[in-house]
Antibody, heavy 120, light 107 residues
Framework: QVQLQESGPGLVKPSETLSLTCTVSGGSISSYYWSWIRQPPGKGLEWIGYIYYSGSTNYNPSLKSRVAISIDTSKSQFSLRLSSVTAADTAVYYC??????????????WGQGTLVTVSS | SYELTQPPSVSVSPGQTASITCSGNKLGDKYVCWYQQKPGQSPVVVIFQDTKRPSGIPERFSGSNSGDTATLTISGTQAMDEADYYCQAWDGNTAVVFGGGTTLTVL
């Protein structure tokens, strides 16, 4: 079965760029949409954006100016970059597979999540 | 931007039926899914495309969606169902939207 694993620094300084990678195992990265979702401590879920295996992307309008998602199908990985971070970007970051795609899709499975703290 | 509204909390007695609502403009025209999240764990889908239940999810979980409201119903609620529940839909074909989440307490 498909498994996702997030990796990257757990601490990022304010104004710097947050970078995370999600590694997909147990299945193909092709033919699916892949998303990043975050959850600030004690709060709800926020979708960040998705990338299709072909490389096309779409982002949450509220984060669009700071977000870039890329994919490396040869490594079965996709990555998140979030620039100019502030304390408000402190959250658990999840990667997830989107079954079915835009307008009808749902997320399954999810990675275990990784906590990223923005602090000097 | 599109918004989904959920009640912050719902309480239910063991064995009774719990209903968690998710409201949005013409939500019935969209597909809705529901996630269960227990403390310290990643969300797990319990209902997708309004009414479908993934394999491994108990039959006591069901969903509906009509008009402006989608509902997650848990029949014969058990203590293990105590968790946060989030609804999710798409804003057109471009953006995913989550509800604010509902904490289900079984007492």
């Amino acid at each position: 079965q498909v498994q996702l694993q997030e990796s990257g620094p757990g601490l990022v300084k304010p104004s710097e760029t947050l970078s995370l990678t999600c590694t997909v195992s147990g299945g193909s990265i092709s033919s699916y949409y892949w998303s990043w979702i975050r959850q600030p401590p004690g709060k709800g879920l926020e979708w960040i954006g998705y990338i299709y295996y072909s490389g096309s992307t779409n982002y949450n309008p509220s984060l669009k100016s700071r977000v870039a998602i890329s994919i490396d199908t040869s490594k079965s990985q996709f990555s998140l970059r979030l620039s100019s971070v502030t304390a408000a970007d402190t959250a658990v970051y999840y990667c997830a597979r989107d079954i079915s795609g835009p307008a009808a899709g749902w997320f399954d499975p999810w990675g275990q999540g990784t906590l990223v703290t923005v602090s000097s | 931007s599109y918004e989904l509204t959920q009640p912050p909390s719902v309480s239910v007695s063991p064995g009774q039926t719990a209903s968690i609502t998710c409201s949005g403009n013409k939500l019935g025209d969209k597909y809705v899914c529901w996630y269960q999240q227990k403390p310290g764990q990643s969300p797990v889908v319990v209902i997708f495309q309004d009414t479908k239940r993934p394999s491994g999810i108990p039959e006591r979980f069901s969903g509906s969606n009509s008009g402006d409201t989608a509902t997650l119903t848990i029949s014969g609620t058990q203590a293990m169902d105590e968790a946060d529940y989030y609804c999710q839909a798409w804003d057109g074909n471009t953006a995913v939207v989550f509800g604010g989440g509902t904490t289900l307490t079984v007492l």
